[in-house]
């Protein structure tokens, strides 16, 4: 079975300081490793995967996570944090070794950045 | 590029009634298609999957049953919704070979009274 953890319900930032959103995974293969948000009342938007290679995967609107197979995390990162960032972020996570194609979300992490 | 539609946006239904949500998708040919479940504005239950026409997986038994009558047509029903059924309905598409990320329609926000 796969599962991901988002251990906190919400992150509170002020504007122009780095944020970190965490996330943990467990499969029994290896990963696929998603980040979604979503805005209020809106559907998920992709922001960015890892699926192999580089550590370090950059996405859209300046947000980057870090894939860490000894910790089994992937936490989302973004150096300056921007007001508009405020939403709810999904992680996600496929075990790339079954057949089976859906995903499995996390919780859901509520970002609040502080003007 | 690809589009997804979901419809209606909102709906307001009495317990006991049918249900039909639909998905459509555009740009693209044979996807996975997917419906997703938000309860309470948060975490994401994984309701039904389709990898081909008139082929579903269900992943939860529940009072939903879905049907995919065209390539790229999706549709999401009930014979009669439960309290319980109320909640935000997303529909997401996925390429159909190697199939990473997937994608979500705006949604549908259901409410059974």
């Known amino acids: 079975a796969q599962s991901v953890a988002q251990p906190e319900d919400q992150v509170n930032v002020a504007e122009g300081n780095p944020l970190t959103v965490k996330c943990t995974y467990s499969v029994s293969g290896n990963p696929y490793l998603f980040w979604y948000v979503q805005y209020p009342n809106r559907g998920l938007q992709f922001l960015l995967k890892?699926?192999?290679?580089?550590?370090l995967v950059k996405g859209s609107y300046g947000f980057e996570a870090e894939f860490n197979k000894s910790q089994t995390s992937f936490h989302l990162k973004k150096p300056s944090a921007l007001v508009s960032d405020s939403a709810l972020y999904f992680c996600?996570?496929?075990?790339?070794?079954?057949?089976?194609?859906?995903?499995?979300f996390g919780s859901g992490t509520r970002l609040q950045v502080q003007p | 590029s690809q589009t997804i539609h979901q419809w209606p946006a909102t709906l307001v239904q009495p317990v006991g009634s049918p249900l039909s949500l639909e998905c459509t998708v555009e740009?693209?040919?044979?996807?996975?298609l997917y419906w997703y479940r938000q309860a309470a504005g948060r975490g994401l239950q994984l309701l039904f999957y389709s990898v081909g026409i008139g082929q579903i997986s269900s992943e939860v038994p529940q009072n939903l049953s879905a049907s995919r009558p065209q390539d790229r047509q999706f549709i999401l029903s009930s014979k009669k919704l439960l309290l319980s059924d109320s909640g935000f309905y997303l529909c997401?598409?996925?390429?159909?070979?190697?199939?990473?990320?997937?994608?979500f329609g705006p949604g549908t926000r259901l409410t059974v009274t």
């Open positions: 996600a996570v496929r075990d790339a070794d079954t057949g089976r194609r859906a995903l499995t």
């Open positions: 740009g693209t040919s044979n996807p996975n």
């Open positions: 997401a598409w996925g390429p159909g070979q190697s199939s990473y990320e997937q994608y």
């Open positions: 890892y699926i192999t290679g580089d550590n």
